[in-house]
């Protein structure tokens, strides 16, 4: 993190108790359901991954100033052109209203920033990023700190030590077996757009669209348990 927006360094972080959100038991609320299966929004991913950055980095009424600066950005665009950074996009029309971005390694993602333009955009990004690594694959979705934007969803916060075990089993395998082996261990960001589903997912329901999921679709995984 930075201290601000302008800061010419940058420093870790490491919280005493984690915010996960459990990917099989995010909290899909009837309003957000609603909002999920009329399609208000065009979800997309990897597509404007800079433009997350920036949107997230920009000063808004309530956060006049903001821990992502330049060192910050820099990384995370490289990270993006290796494959371990992703971003999810929600879009009204032609503009960009909201999202999040992220690092994924192993079977887990780390949740780096959320931005919210308009109504509810912000928890439907966390609703098809959800959807996305069910399909793929990945064990966990680490949150760093609670906020209660997050409990409604179903976040939950959880021991150094807990998280430790949780983060273990997520990326020790690939990250210890090296570059060739981590891909084939690592959960599929992209098998949500290919239709299919990881072997070791937690069995989502058969997607049968091609092309882009609807929100029904992702309001059904969301709902769907093994």
């Known amino acids: ?8 360094s940058v420093y870790w972080v490491e ?3 984690r915010a996960i959100l459990p990917l099989d038991r995010f909290h899909l609320a009837s309003s957000l359901r609603k909002t999920l299966v009329r399609d208000r929004f065009r979800i997309t991913a990897d597509m404007a991954f800079s433009e997350i950055i920036a949107l997230c980095a920009e000063a808004a009424e309530n956060r006049p100033d903001t821990w992502i600066n330049g060192q910050i950005e820099q990384v995370y665009h490289e990270l993006h052109q ?5 971003s999810i996009e929600v879009w009204d029309g032609d503009a960009l209203v909201g999202g999040l971005y992220g690092l994924a390694l192993g079977r887990a993602f780390f949740g780096e920033s959320m931005v919210s333009r308009a109504r509810d955009a912000s928890k439907i990004a966390i609703a098809w990023l959800v959807a996305r690594l069910r399909v793929g694959g990945f064990e966990l979705l680490d949150c760093q700190f609670m906020t209660d934007h997050l409990a ?3 976040a939950v ?3 150094r030590k807990a998280y430790v075990g949780l983060l273990s089993s997520a990326v020790d395998e690939a990250v210890g077996s090296g570059v060739r082996a981590a891909r084939g261990a690592a959960g ?3 098998a949500l757009d290919r239709g299919v589903s990881a072997p070791f997912s937690v069995d989502p ?3 049968t669209e091609f092309g882009p999921p609807s929100g029904k679709v992702i309001a059904q995984l969301l709902t769907h348990t093994s």
């Open 82 to 86: 290796l494959g371990f950074a992703h």
């Open 188 to 190: 599929d960001f992209r």
């Open 1 to 8: 993190m930075a201290d601000a927006r302008d800061a010419d």
């Open 152 to 154: 409604t969803l179903g």
């Open 15 to 17: 919280p005493r108790r």
């Open 157 to 159: 916060e959880i021991s």
């Open 205 to 207: 329901p058969p997607l």
